[in-house]
């Protein structure tokens, strides 16, 4: 016997290895001081413009997203979902990405699957700075399907002490909504019972109010907020942000609000995108379980001073990023909707 | 219908996270800045003994160790296995735990079962003074079984740019080898088509050699080198590390050794335990692929200068730890076996 007829082939995992290794190189900057295949990456920091720096860290998965994936066929842009998701959770913190790592295990090592998985993880790391320094790519026979995986991403950011986020949030705040560009790495369980085991849509099916197929409007690419958030942030603009991921509204908003401070949320204050409707209409989801499951159209809430709200909306809107004014901080804890 | 229809329980995710809080927090030292749960995790660094810090960062599973956790019903030491694997991934380096991140994807989410994992995760994080800032519990149904799951880690440490291993390697050096405490993370696939598919053993038979069960034997919690060597590290005394992992040892010794040097084994050197010996005559595997598949014994090869070779065995045998001289480095790539 040997590792192959265990399921496991090492000759395969070595030619994904190096592909992965030519992508990652890609996304290097002068402080990567190791190759992908050490032990360890090496990354040194340039902390000198910063008093006291604080590294932040977060990890996160792209759910059953990778079962709509597979459907299509196409796999690189849950790798671009993986990376904008953990850059939107650190940059909740004030924090600009410092570096990524990834874990992809898969039932069966395809080096193809696993280059296009990991090209757009390189892709978006070199979109949002954030070389790639290590990974670990595994092959589990058992655990997995043979066409089955899963995928985790790790980034480290920094931010001045001073600096991290949320920070002086006070009732008479505005909350601010950033439009997001689909259901970004949540709900996809709910969503893929919905459409297709309970409405029986395909995967291929176009409709007119998706201008795609529904595949492709679930497929649609997690938006990362750095490059809208970040200079408003160094300027102290921002109190604080809500990454609406697992838990949508009332489980996200409450993370970066101080004891004894909630929210109200104007429903009608936004559109709601048509795939959520969509997906509400299928599985016949009430009101409430949509808005604790999906972000119904708005990937981060921006919490801002009355003061500073004029500033912040036209800074957003130079920028060509659109933003609704969806609510409040109000006294008393959790969100409330109107 | 809801998330809980589609197989998705958050109230059952509000109680995992809320035992996960509670274990994370023995876990903390005054560089953490943040609680479980924040979008990120803060860790303040203290660098002021550093003059060029690097950090060193690692990300890893545990494989299929995971299915012999699930037949003899314990999954606390997986946790550690996990913390334990990625210590020793960045001290090869030469670099120090600053903090740890977990990964937890499961069919159903347990509490019960994300409790023992994360038990075994905090023990380590606690043992080897690397708190745990952050991680993910994620409920896949259909990605895994009902009772499976899988779990990755994420180490994040530092190390002086100028003590950074390998460095100065030199044919001629000295390999220590460190005994390992089992398979630690590699093999299992392997191991289990042999031990149990293909000679039809149970995880729960007793066998004398081993001293208890298969299962058990299998499940010995990874070991770390971090106690045992980082003061040699410290000290200068040590050229280069090799942690035996995926690939035995034709796939990691090259891994810190300069190009045009390679190894030279002698097999008799150290007493390869009952363990493998089992595994390789249940599964008839040749001598090369159990080389290149699993540790054999030595879970750590610790590359020496021959002037420091008295000093540092020396000092592991003071410490309680053994070590057996079982090769050198020599001219001309790849490993040779004696």
């Known amino acids: 016997m040997d590792y192959r007829e265990a399921g496991v082939d090492i000759s395969a995992a070595d030619a994904a290895k190096q592909r992965i290794k030519r992508l990652a190189r890609g996304t290097f900057n002068p402080g ?48 671009y979902d993986l990376v904008a998701h953990c850059v939107n959770d650190i940059l909740v913190q004030g924090a600009s990405p410092l570096f990524f790592l990834d874990y992809l295990a898969l039932g069966r090592m395809d080096p193809d699957r696993v280059e296009a998985v990991v090209s757009g993880v390189t892709r978006a790391c070199q979109e949002f700075g954030c070389p790639l320094v290590g990974g670990e790519t595994a092959e589990m026979p058992g655990t997995y399907a043979d066409d089955d995986y899963d995928l985790a991403g790790f980034i480290v950011g920094v931010v001045e002490r001073g600096k991290a986020l949320p920070a002086g949030v006070s009732a008479g705040d505005a909350l601010l909504g950033l439009p997001s560009a689909g259901l970004h790495t949540n709900g996809y369980s709910l969503a893929r019972q919905a459409l297709f085991a309970k409405a029986g849509h395909q995967a291929a099916t176009v409709l007119p109010e998706l201008g795609t197929s529904i595949g492709a409007a679930l497929l649609a690419p997690h938006k990362s907020y750095l490059a809208a958030l970040e200079g408003l942030i160094e300027r102290g603009r921002i109190r604080a942000l809500a990454h609406i991921t697992g838990g949508g509204f009332p489980g996200n908003i409450p993370r970066v609000l101080p004891d004894g401070l909630g929210a109200v949320v104007r429903r009608g204050s936004w559109e709601v995108p048509p795939l959520f409707r969509l997906i509400q209409a299928a599985g016949e989801v009430p009101d409430d379980e949509m808005f604790r499951t999906f972000n119904m159209g708005v990937g981060m809430i921006v919490v801002v001073a009355p003061g500073d709200l004029h500033e912040v909306e036209h800074s957003l809107e130079r920028r060509g990023e659109p933003s609704f004014l969806i609510g409040s901080v109000v006294e008393g804890p959790g969100v409330t909707f109107e």
């Open 32 to 79: 990567v001081l190791s190759e992908i295949g050490s032990f360890g990456g090496l990354f040194r920091p340039d902390f000198a413009s910063y008093q006291e720096p604080v590294l932040v860290s977060s990890t996160d998965g792209v759910g059953t997203k990778i079962q709509v994936a597979r459907l299509m066929g196409v796999h690189d842009t849950v790798g």
